[in-house]
T-cell receptor, first 110, second 114 residues
Framework: SQQGEEDPQALSIQEGENATMNCSYKTSINNLQWYRQNSGRGLVHLILIRSNEREKHSGRLRVTLDTSKKSSSLLITASRAADTASYFC??????????FGKGTMLLVSP | DVKVTQSSRYLVKRTGEKVFLECVQDMDHENMFWYRQDPGLGLRLIYFSYDVKMKEKGDIPEGYSVSREKKERFSLILESASTNQTSMYLCASVPSLGYTDTQYFGPGTRLTVL
């Protein structure tokens, strides 16, 4: 069953701008993860945030988690053309299999 | 670095054929997963395995079976391929089913069933 839902479905920005993607989910979670997928390739893990954390940083990535609203956001600062990809959130609850959202397609133009 | 490989990047099969998709990981991970990815539907879990010869159904197991005879290898089997199984298939592995573990994905196999 689908758990995370990303918003927007597609995002187009210029290099140097910030990109924000949101994820909402329905049930309580153990952790939430963000993955990136370049066109036609496998997924690459970006960052994991636990349910007792509110914010996490990794390089140009910043993830927030609001468990009261059952939502998370991924911010990519100073975007580059190489950031063009699809981004997925995935939630972990119960026995720890991942449940993925449908993804946000990000296009960063030079 | 963890490496997850899949036997084919692209595969074309005919309706009714038996299809094997192979996945191999080289990091001694306990758990392996098969997903399919379709436009507008995201990734959906087909089957996973938490040990050799052990398997669990995911969200959409119908029409599929799996085999895990060795720890490093997890096979997805389409007993009689149908056109609605045309999709991108992704394999993943994780060391253990824990709260902080992330999944490592293979490059994917794009299967077309004619």
């Amino acid at each position: 069953s689908q758990q995370g839902e990303e918003d927007p479905q597609a995002l187009s920005i210029q290099e140097g701008e910030n990109a924000t993607m949101n994820c909402s989910y329905k049930t309580s979670i153990n952790n939430l993860q963000w993955y990136r997928q370049n066109s036609g390739r496998g997924l690459v893990h970006l960052i994991l945030i636990r349910s007792n954390e509110r914010e996490k940083h990794s390089g140009r990535l910043r993830v927030t988690l609001d468990t009261s609203k059952k939502s998370s956001s991924l911010l990519i600062t100073a975007s580059r053309a190489a950031d063009t990809a699809s981004y997925f959130c995935a939630t972990v609850s119960g026995y720890s299999t991942l449940t993925f959202g449908k993804g946000t397609m990000l296009l960063v133009s030079p | 670095d963890v490496k997850v490989t899949q036997s084919s990047r692209y595969l074309v099969k005919r309706t009714g054929e038996k299809v094997f998709l192979e996945c191999v990981q080289d990091m001694d991970h306990e758990n392996m997963f098969w997903y399919r990815q379709d436009p507008g539907l995201g990734l959906r879990l087909i089957y996973f395995s938490y040990d050799v010869k052990m398997k669990e159904k995911g969200d959409i197991p119908e029409g599929y079976s799996v085999s895990r005879e060795k720890k490093e290898r997890f096979s997805l089997i389409l007993e009689s391929a149908s056109t609605n199984q045309t999709s991108m298939y992704l394999c993943a592995s994780v060391p253990s089913l824990g709260y902080t573990d992330t999944q490592y994905f293979g490059p994917g196999t794009r299967l077309t069933v004619l």
